[in-house]
């Protein structure tokens, strides 16, 4: 069974900087995608980026950019130039190609600092 | 507003009762899907439909949950003889899949507190 491991309960950044969010990942398929959600407090959670396995480039969101390992099975998330409204809980997420659920990690708390 | 609505937005109920939820998906979705997340985790998948058919479930939904899609529009998913166990946030989620390419919306949940 595929799992998602984000091993950074709680990230803290001080407004300008750059933070990275860990996800690692275990799967014994080639072809998935990877997608990392930010749901701030109370409020619907919403996709940051994605990326797809067969996909050699990291992908970039603005500010948003990852790092994308496949044979490590690491996938992190860069927030360059953090700002107040990045204050969230970010999910990383796996998807199998050939399957219809999304496994989550438990979520890296971040917090940004003024 | 054209994104996934969820409605109630918090229910409170005790414990033995049955209570049910609406999802209302992004209009052109084909897909939906429903999930729960309990506080400090991640989301956990529940089950999933394609149009009106519900094609996916997990072992997590026990007999006491049922979920329908009726035409393939909005959703509901009722949970009977609520148990505190099924306090959460339920999530719902719709997307259309092309080929691989796939990307879930998600809705502002339905908190549920069962006494």
């Known amino acids: 069974a595929q799992t998602v491991t984000q091993s950074q309960p709680e990230m803290s950044v001080q407004e300008a900087e750059t933070v990275t969010l860990s996800c690692t990942y275990d799967?014994?398929?080639?072809?998935?995608?990877l997608f990392w959600y930010k749901q701030p407090p109370s409020r619907q959670m919403i996709l940051v980026i994605r990326?797809?396995?067969?996909?050699?480039q990291n992908a970039t969101e603005n500010r948003f950019s990852v790092n994308f390992q496949k044979a490590a099975k690491s996938f992190s998330l860069k927030i360059s130039d953090s700002q107040l409204g990045d204050a969230a809980m970010y999910f990383c997420?796996?998807?199998?190609?050939?399957?219809?659920?999304?496994?989550f990690g438990a979520g890296t708390r971040l917090t940004v600092k003024p | 507003d054209t994104g996934v609505s969820q409605n109630p937005r918090h229910k409170i109920t005790k414990r033995g009762q049955n209570v049910t939820f609406r999802c209302d998906p992004i209009s052109e979705h084909n897909r939906l899907y429903w999930y729960r997340q309990t506080l400090g985790q991640g989301p956990e998948f529940l089950t999933y439909f394609q149009n009106e058919a519900q094609l996916e479930k997990s072992r997590l939904l026990s007999d006491r949950f049922s979920a329908e899609r009726p035409k393939g529009s909005f959703s509901t998913l009722e949970i009977q003889r609520t148990e505190q166990g099924d306090s959460a946030m339920y999530l719902c989620a719709s997307s259309y899949r092309d080929r691989d390419q796939e990307t879930q919306y998600f809705g502002p949940g339905t908190r549920l507190l069962v006494l």
């Open positions: 799967t014994s398929e080639s072809d998935y995608y």
């Open positions: 990326q797809e396995a067969y996909k050699q």
């Open positions: 997420a796996y998807r199998s190609a050939r399957g219809n659920d999304m496994r």
